[in-house]
């Protein structure tokens, strides 16, 4: 009788257990979506443009990726990075799930990590965002993107991420500017909306993803020293996430 009362006590407690977690657990609730974002140089080659069937979800806190719902394969490109590092004063940072089919049907992935500075308005003036799309092939084999401006001028930089691999830079140089997207919650009519600006950005491709990068700042701040700076916490983010 000892030993079957123990038993039933041990799988009520397992059991209490488990109830626990799933009650912790974030699940992404879905929301409307406005669209995709993708790079505006680098679409044709990555063809992220021409996703279809794409499913939204409300953003969360970046310290909720553990223990959320999202796919561990996109779990271990969501990595927090060191604040301090940021030329900008942090007001928000959260995680936005997107999934989608491409124009062969087969589901992708892509997560955006948001670090946001405001202004005494409460609008965003500075921001770091990273996003993070699944691809079985690497866009950028084959092309030699030698070019040393983007199509409006900008400053264009192939630099290396491995030895194999390359990474772009682009620099705001002129007072023109290729489109930047990045998603952005609308609290009002429970969309993600897609948000429109300029920005400097980063694209690479390594170990199964599609990572792009956009920054912006004081044009007066991003030097070349602030410039590689910035590279460094880009190329550390990618290698380390990923590896």
């Given at each position: 009788?000892?030993?079957?009362?123990?038993?039933?006590?041990?799988?009520?407690?397992?059991?209490?257990?488990?109830?626990?977690?799933?009650?912790?657990?974030?699940?992404?609730?879905?929301?409307?979506?406005?669209?995709?974002?993708?790079?505006?140089?680098?679409?044709?080659?990555?063809?992220?443009?021409?996703?279809?069937?794409?499913?939204?979800?409300?953003?969360?806190?970046?310290?909720?990726?553990?223990?959320?719902?999202?796919?561990?394969?996109?779990?271990?490109?969501?990595?927090?990075?060191?604040?301090?590092?940021?030329?900008?004063?942090?007001?928000?940072?959260n995680v936005y799930f997107v999934t989608s089919k491409n124009k062969e049907g087969k589901k992708i992935s892509q997560v955006q990590v948001s670090?946001?500075?405001?202004?005494?308005?409460?609008?965003?003036?500075?921001?770091?965002?990273?996003?993070?799309?699944?691809?079985?092939?690497n866009p950028l084999e084959g092309h030699d993107l030698s070019d040393e401006?983007?199509?409006?001028?900008?400053?264009?930089?192939?630099?290396?991420?491995?030895?194999?691999?390359?990474?772009?830079?682009?620099?705001?140089?002129?007072?023109?500017?290729?489109?930047?997207?990045?998603?952005?919650?609308?609290?009002?009519?429970?969309?993600?909306?897609?948000?429109?600006?300029?920005?400097?950005?980063?694209?690479?491709?390594?170990?199964?993803?599609?990572?792009?990068?956009?920054?912006?700042?004081?044009?007066?701040?991003?030097?070349?020293?602030?410039?590689?700076?910035?590279?460094?916490?880009?190329?550390?983010?990618?290698?380390?996430?990923?590896?």
């Amino acid at each position: 009788m000892k030993k079957s009362l123990t038993m039933l006590y041990s799988i009520i407690f397992i059991g209490s257990l488990l109830v626990g977690c799933s009650v912790n657990q974030t699940n992404p609730k879905k929301v409307k979506g406005d669209g995709v974002t993708f790079s505006e140089y680098f679409h044709p080659y990555d063809e992220l443009k021409k996703r279809e069937n794409s499913k939204f979800y409300k953003p969360f806190p970046l310290n909720e990726v553990q223990s959320s719902s999202l796919p561990d394969e996109m779990k271990k490109v969501i990595n927090p990075i060191d604040r301090n590092r940021l030329p900008f004063e942090v007001k928000e940072e959260n995680v936005y799930f997107v999934t989608s089919k491409n124009k062969e049907g087969k589901k992708i992935s892509q997560v955006q990590v948001s670090y946001l500075g405001k202004n005494e308005y409460d609008s965003i003036d500075q921001f770091f965002i990273i996003s993070v799309t699944e691809s079985d092939r690497n866009p950028l084999e084959g092309h030699d993107l030698s070019d040393e401006v983007d199509l409006v001028g900008n400053k264009l930089k192939k630099e290396r991420l491995t030895d194999t691999l390359p990474i772009y830079q682009q620099v705001l140089t002129t007072n023109s500017a290729l489109l930047y997207r990045y998603y952005r919650y609308d609290e009002e009519d429970n969309k993600i909306a897609i948000v429109g600006t300029a920005a400097n950005e980063f694209y690479a491709y390594h170990n199964g993803y599609i990572y792009h990068f956009g920054y912006l700042i004081d044009r007066e701040q991003n030097d070349e020293e602030m410039q590689k700076k910035m590279l460094q916490l880009t190329r550390e983010y990618i290698l380390g996430s990923s590896s």
